[in-house]
């Protein structure tokens, strides 16, 4: 296993830390959005429901892309970031551009 050195750490800190902030603005957003609905005309009430769902839904992907990133963070702290939780080996530099908070190696994951 090749250690990764502190430029490729910190490059995927930021990457990680910029996307939290992110989402963190997207659902509070969400939030809100969600909170305002008061209105007392059915068909409208129908729509602000539709509307909801989907917005529902986006939180919740929003909400499980924030666990992964806090728990990549955590992996970084720990040293262990950026190598496969299932059999250790080195997650290529290409993968973890794409995906930079996956705890897995291409052949690892799911």
């Known amino acids: ?34 909170m305002s609905h008061q209105s007392r005309d059915w068909e409208e009430l129908a729509t602000e429901r539709e509307n909801d769902e989907v917005l529902t839904s986006l939180g919740d992907e929003g909400k499980q892309e924030l666990r992964a990133i806090l728990a990549a963070l955590k992996r970084l702290s720990e040293g262990e970031y950026g190598f496969c939780v299932t059999c250790g080996a080195r997650i290529a530099d290409e993968r973890l551009e794409v995906l930079p908070a996956t705890p897995f190696c291409r052949d690892c994951a799911p």
């Open 1 to 34: 296993m090749s250690e990764f050195t502190a430029k490729e750490l910190s490059h995927h800190k930021g990457r990680l830390v910029a996307r939290l902030a992110e989402l963190d603005s997207r659902l509070h957003g969400i939030e809100d959005e969600l």
